[in-house]
């Protein structure tokens, strides 16, 4: 069965620095999608980026940007010059192409950004 | 610009009772799907449907329904409510074709007392 591993629960950042959020899944497909979703307090989904497994590659959407390794089945996701806007839980997610329907999801990561 | 709207937003029940939850999206979505979040965990797939009329199961079926009568409607049953079930319940849909990007509503959070 397919899962995905977010090993950080909590991270914090400072106002305008970088941050990265790691996420590893483990699946024996070869094409799927991965996502990572943001979650403010509001508690509404927000999808911020989405990587195609057979594209090389990295995603970028602005200020984020993933790191995918395919061959180690690592997806992370990169913030910079962070806002307090970016405080939020942050999901890992990934989709099979052969199942699109079956959204896996990670267990996520709750940013904090300090001024 | 509505886009997935759940209701309600915040209910109490009590063990035994029932209620249902309603999904409402105004984007001409063939797919629904409802998930609930539990503190730890990451979203987790209850029910879902690929179409007006269709239901199917997803990883943690037990205790519920599902119904879609209309395209733009999937409805949440829960028959008779246990404290298992608090949770924070999450509606999405998707369109068809290869972007497979889901667009979720704000969550209905479910106190079974």
């Known amino acids: 069965a397919q899962t995905v591993t977010q090993s950080q629960p909590e991270m914090s950042v400072q106002e305008a620095e970088t941050v990265t959020l790691s996420c590893t899944y483990d699946?024996?497909?070869?094409?799927?999608?991965l996502f990572w979703y943001k979650q403010p307090p509001s508690r509404q989904m927000i999808l911020v980026i989405r990587q195609e497994a057979y594209k090389q590659q990295n995603a970028t959407e602005n200020r984020f940007s993933v790191n995918f390794q395919k061959a180690a089945k690592s997806f992370s996701l990169k913030i910079s010059d962070s806002q307090l806007g970016d405080a939020a839980m942050y999901f890992c997610?990934?989709?099979?192409?052969?199942?699109?329907?079956?959204?896996?999801f990670g267990t996520g990561t709750r940013l904090q950004v300090f001024p | 610009n509505a886009g997935v709207t759940q209701t309600p937003k915040f209910r109490v029940l009590k063990t035994g009772q029932s209620m249902t939850l309603l999904c409402a999206q105004d984007m001409n979505h063939e797919y629904m799907y409802w998930y609930r979040q539990d503190p730890g965990m990451g979203l987790r797939l209850i029910h879902y449907s690929v179409g007006e009329g269709t239901t199917a199961k997803g990883e943690v079926p037990d205790g519920y329904n599902v119904s879609r009568l209309k395209k733009q409607n999937f409805l949440l049953g829960l028959e008779s409510a246990a404290p298992s079930q608090t949770s924070v319940y999450f509606c999405?849909?998707?369109?068809?074709?290869?972007?497979?990007?889901?667009?979720f509503g704000a969550g209905t959070r479910l106190s079974v007392l």
């Open positions: 997610a990934y989709l099979p192409r052969y199942n699109t329907d079956k959204l896996i």
């Open positions: 699946t024996s497909e070869s094409d799927y999608y």
């Open positions: 999405a849909s998707r369109p068809t074709g290869a972007i497979n990007i889901q667009y």
